[in-house]
C-alpha cells in the first residue's frame, strides 16, 4: 500500500470544472446517492493505492463525482497532509478510504476527524466497533460487504452506507461477480444506501444497477487514464492496449499457502509469481523452509510491485492492478470527460426504455 506520493509525480493544480447536467430521470434514479455523498453525480471513486491520491481526487469531485482517498499504509501524518493538499484543490465533498487492519487506525480516523472529513470509507474487513463509532461521531461511515450477512451487521454496528464489489473488480477480490452480489444484497439491503463497484464501465451498467435498487456505483478502472491522474505514462498505455480477457486473478497453486487473488494484467511480474509459489512450495517440501517462512516469502513478492508499475513505470515486473473494464478505456482523457460520456451513455439508455 502507499506511503506518500512522490512529489516530482504531484501535478500543480486541479482546476474546479462546472457541474455537468444531470437529466432528470437520472437524478431520480440516484437522488438517494447524490444526497447521501452530497454532489451531482452518484459514482464514488474507487480506492487505488499510489492512484488515488489528491489530484484524481479532488478531480473527480470537481467533475461532480465523489473522490475518495487512498491512504493505504500512509503514517497519519503523511494522511493529514493528502487531506489538505486534497483541500487546496476542490471546495467540494471527498471521502478517506482506510484499511481496517492499518495498526494506526483509530489514529487515522482522528486525522480524518481533525481535517473534516465528511465520509470515511473502511476497506480491506470488518472494521471494529470502536473505528466505526469514533467515525461516526464527525463523518459518514462506509463500509463494504461481500455477502448479505455481512451486509446486515455492518448496518447494525452503524455502517451509514454499503459498496459491494464483485470479483470483476482489478486489485483484491472476492469470488463472487458484481452481478450476482447485486442480485442478493440490493433486495435485501434498504435502510441504508448500497453502492456498486467491479467491472462497471458505462453507463448503461449504471442504470442497470440503479433500476435494481443501487444508490450509486463506485468505480476505479475507467479513472486510471484520467490526464488528471498521475500514474506513469507506460502504465496508462498497458491500460488503454489491453482487454478485458488480460484482466486475470492470481492463481493459488497450493492449499498450504494461500493467496488472496488479485486481479491484474498478465505481465512477466505474473509469470514470475506463480514460479516463485512453485518455488517455495519446493523448499517447503524439502525442509527448507516452514510454513510460516515460505508464506511470507509468497507475500513479500509483490511488495513494492503496485509502486514500481504505478510510479516507475515498470510494467513488465510491476503489478497492473486492473479490472475488467479496462477494454473500456481507450484513450487518455480528463476525468470531466469520463463522466460526461458515462452520463450520456446513461441519458440514451433511459430515453431507448422510455421510447419502447
Known amino acids: 500500500m502507499s506511503d506518500a506520493v512522490p512529489t516530482e509525480k504531484v501535478l500543480e493544480t486541479a482546476s474546479p470544472t462546472a457541474m455537468p447536467e444531470v437529466p432528470a430521470e437520472l437524478a431520480a434514479l440516484w437522488a438517494r446517492g447524490t444526497e447521501f455523498f452530497g454532489c451531482p453525480v452518484a459514482i464514488l471513486g474507487g480506492a487505488m493505492t499510489w492512484i488515488s491520491e489528491r489530484n484524481l481526487v479532488s478531480a473527480i469531485s470537481n467533475a461532480g463525482g465523489f473522490g475518495v482517498i487512498a491512504c493505504g499504509a500512509m503514517t497519519p501524518a503523511l494522511l493529514d497532509a493528502e487531506i ?94 458484481t452481478s450476482v452480489l447485486a442480485q442478493e444484497i440490493l433486495p435485501e439491503i434498504r435502510d441504508v444506501p448500497v453502492f ?22 463506485q468505480m476505479g478502472t475507467r479513472f486510471v487514464c484520467a490526464s488528471e491522474c498521475i500514474a506513469h505514462p507506460k502504465f496508462k498505455q498497458a491500460f488503454i492496449r489491453a482487454s478485458a480477457r488480460e484482466a486475470m486473478p492470481t492463481v493459488q497453486l497450493d492449499k498450504r499457502f494461500p ?76 476525468v470531466a470527460h469520463i463522466i460526461n460520456e458515462l452520463l450520456h451513455q446513461a441519458a440514451a439508455a433511459l430515453t431507448a426504455r422510455a421510447a419502447s
Open 84 to 177: 489538505k493538499a486534497t483541500q487546496a484543490l476542490t471546495s467540494r465533498p471527498f471521502g478517506v478510504n482506510l484499511i481496517t487492519m492499518h495498526p494506526q487506525l483509530l489514529e487515522l480516523v482522528e486525522i480524518c476527524r481533525a481535517n473534516n472529513t465528511t465520509h470515511v470509507v473502511f476497506a480491506g474487513g470488518v472494521p471494529p466497533g470502536d473505528a466505526i463509532k469514533k467515525a461516526k461521531e464527525f463523518s459518514k461511515v462506509v463500509c463494504f460487504a461481500p455477502a448479505v450477512v455481512l451486509a446486515k451487521r455492518l448496518v447494525r454496528n452503524g455502517a451509514d452506507a454499503i459498496v459491494i464489489e464483485g470479483s470483476e473488480a482489478g486489485g483484491h477480490i472476492g469470488p463472487v461477480s
Open 196 to 217: 456498486v463497484a467491479g467491472g462497471i464501465g458505462r453507463g448503461e451498467a449504471i442504470v442497470s444497477f440503479l433500476e435494481m435498487g443501487a444508490a450509486g456505483v
Open 259 to 334: 493467496v488472496i487473488p488479485v486481479r491484474a494484467l498478465i505481465n512477466k511480474g505474473t509469470e514470475e509469481f506463480m514460479e516463485t509459489q512453485r518455488r517455495v512450495a519446493a523448499k517447503f517440501a524439502n525442509g527448507e523452509l516452514d510454513q510460516q517462512a515460505a508464506q511470507l516469502e509468497i507475500e513479500h513478492f509483490w511488495a513494492g510491485a503496485l509502486r514500481r508499475a504505478v510510479i516507475d513505470g515498470d510494467v513488465e515486473m510491476g503489478s497492473l492492478m486492473a479490472g475488467q473494464s479496462v477494454g473500456m478505456v481507450k484513450r487518455e482523457e480528463p
